[in-house]
């Protein structure tokens, strides 16, 4: 670098150039200053070449540093405080600033899952799910909070800097005001009227960019404030973040407004509301008048109208609720929290009675005269439901997949969930109530009391347990065959528990099991503070767990889910016998959902003046359910 030449200074003095004292102004020793036109100095300032198409034009420049070949143009008031990568684009903007010293977002707490608090979680650039998961719900664990918050503690301070960064190939255009953001490389902004105090684009720890990364997008009338969102992720269409945590490849536009929200990965947020939810994968909400507050989601479609209540108009908006994996709500139903629903539960109508129906996933509740039903694992047999669940890894549009995502249905997770929901209720036909759910069992609806209980009615019972168990063998016949193909040795042995039995949960998208997290938390809380950051520990923890370990858990669990099942006892060509029939049988049912797609009575409005030409008109319109 060098000092500008009286001869260039004399030049741009004359295309309208000014400076508080040019001793401050450095430029590159092929820098062009045909390329700098009415622009005011302030500060220390440095320039490189901006030849081709950079340049420098009505503007005010206060302490920066500006790239090659980058273009700046029509800055209302300045940019000030910022080094600029090269080859940027920003043109058409208010002001591009820092207000002093910044973490650009990262250990903002954010109030998620309970709008009244207790389960803040800081976020930073780092953050995945489980992390956060662990945080979020795990706050009792001995210190393992305050841990990973002093290790998220020292790297806010160590990114913590009075200038801003805005990365190479940046392109920042028709903006307000823009105040303590870092914006990384290949970012696109254009439009946004406020943002303030976040970063954009990935920003890996200790400041190392990822080159490869897909970029974020801020498109028009956004306004954010305490955010930092994720490459590949798009927030656009007038929408209003606040305190918020976008994770990888999610889209949030169409006005939608989110206040106190970890949003993660694939999620798609339109038109409606968020406030302090925990959203996890592919959480989606696409409809206007839809609300959601102070519940966890994951692989959760909302229908239009959904909402939840957490105030019961006594201590404060402190309930919550949660919404496991696959779960869906219907047009305009309801859920008064605290409630919970099993894994690829479907929620239809209102409903103001508390349950927690965790041990019958697969199933329907419905409203009727004020009443809630429970119907289970009547979605086993939906093809929605199987559409859904092939359709969630087609549509993963991830670039650095951080969040730990399993796909697959047939896993330890979903196997132990049906088991223990043959278990509840062969245990309800004996006992007729749990108190533990809430669930009453029933001959007829004259039993029934409106916001008392969920109900079930005993004529139900046996054919839930046929396809509960049906459901059982499919998973077991394929886990047998997928196990047979991994060598003994690829995994290592997974540690004992006292009785050698693994509780299997879904940590927001990753299977893993209750004594492996005990395991990575229990290392957490027994280093000593100086030893190693227990965020580094965690991470590679549930890095080794995901990719290595849990085969070794999952042989066990197959074991036990085969001695404990009524097919004890069998043959292994007995037992792959009766899987197999099962996964027929099973797939049979979904086939024969599928065909109802076909009916006559959903081909109402096709084939337009007349009955003829109906079927072709619906099948050149829709195509082959199959191919659905």
């Known amino acids: 670098m060098r000092k500008p030449t009286t001869e260039e200074i004399r030049i741009m003095e004359a295309a309208g150039c000014r400076a508080e004292d040019w001793n401050k102004v450095d430029v590159s020793e092929d820098f062009d200053v045909s390329h700098v036109r009415d622009v005011s100095f302030a500060g220390e300032n440095e320039l490189y070449n901006c030849s081709g198409k950079g340049g420098i034009y009505n503007a005010i420049i206060r302490n920066c540093s500006i790239g090659e070949d980058t273009l700046i143009r029509n800055i209302g008031r300045e940019i000030a405080n910022y080094h600029i990568g090269k080859s940027c684009k920003i043109e058409n903007c208010a002001a591009i600033h820092t207000s002093g010293e910044s973490t650009f977002g990262n250990g903002c707490m954010v109030k998620v899952h309970n709008e009244a608090g207790g389960r803040e979680v800081p976020m930073f650039n780092g953050l995945t799910a489980q992390i956060a998961y662990i945080m979020c719900f795990y706050r009792h664990y001995g210190n393992v909070f305050a841990r990973i918050k002093e290790s998220i503690d020292t790297y806010c301070e ?78 656009s269409g007038g929408a209003m973040i606040e305190n918020c945590f976008i994770g990888e490849a999610v889209e949030i536009g169409k006005q939608f407004s989110a206040e106190n929200c970890l949003v993660f990965s694939n999620s798609q947020l339109f038109h409606g509301e968020a406030c302090s939810v925990f959203a996890g994968p592919f959480t989606v909400s696409h409809h206007k008048s839809t609300l959601l507050i102070g519940g966890t989601f994951s692989f959760y479609n909302a229908g239009s109208g959904t909402n939840q209540s957490n105030h019961l108009y006594k201590s404060g908006p402190r309930h919550s609720g949660i919404l496991e994996r696959g779960s869906k709500t219907a047009s305009g139903s309801y859920l008064m929290w605290p409630a919970r629903t099993g894994a690829f539960t479907v929620v239809l109508g209102k409903h103001c009675t508390h349950f927690d129906t965790t041990c019958l996933p697969f199933s329907y509740i419905v409203e009727k005269n004020g009443c809630s039903f429970i119907k289970p694992a009547i979605n086993l047999t939906s093809y929605g439901t199987w559409r859904d669940i092939n359709k969630w890894q087609q549509r993963d549009n991830r670039s650095l997949k951080r969040d730990l995502t399993d796909f697959d249905i047939n896993n330890p997770y979903i196997l132990q969930r049906l088991q223990h929901a043959i278990e509840f209720l062969d245990n309800l036909r004996n006992n007729s109530f749990d108190k533990d759910s809430n669930i009453l069992l029933i001959e007829n609806d004259a039993d029934c009391k409106p916001y008392k209980h969920l109900y079930i009615y005993k004529k139900d019972l046996d054919n839930a347990i046929n396809l509960y168990d049906m459901a059982v063998l499919a998973i077991l016949g394929h886990a047998v065959e997928n196990l047979k193909s991994l060598p003994d040795d690829e995994t290592d042995e997974m540690p004992e528990t006292e009785n050698s039995c693994h509780t299997w949960i879904d940590m927001a998208g990753l299977y893993t099991t209750v004594d492996e997290v005990q395991r990575i938390l229990n290392e957490i809380c027994g280093q000593p503070m100086f030893y190693q950051d227990p965020l580094k520990i965690l991470k590679a923890s549930l890095d080794n767990w995901h990719t290595n370990r849990r085969a070794a858990a999952w042989r066990e669990t197959i074991g036990q889910a085969s001695t404990s099942h009524r097919s004890n006892g069998m043959q292994p060509e007995e037992l792959a016998t009766i899987c197999k029939e099962a996964q027929k049988t099973l797939t049979r049912l979904i086939d024969e959902d599928k065909d109802k797609e076909d009916h006559d009575l959903l081909k109402i409005g096709f084939g337009m003046d007349g009955v003829c030409g109906k079927d072709d008109d619906y099948r050149m319109t829709l195509g082959e359910i199959s191919g659905n």
Do not use: M, W
């Open 158 to 235: 160590f990114i913590r800097s009075k200038g801003g960064r805005i990365g190479s190939n940046v392109s920042i255009t028709d903006c307000g005001e823009i105040s303590d953001v870092i914006i990384n490389d290949s970012c696109v902004i254009e439009g946004a009227v406020l943002l303030k105090n976040g970063t954009v684009g990935f920003d890996d720890e200790y400041g190392k960019l990822h080159v490869d990364a897909a970029p974020a997008t801020i498109g028009r009338g956004v306004q954010a404030g305490n955010f930092i969102i994720l490459g590949g992720s798009k927030v």
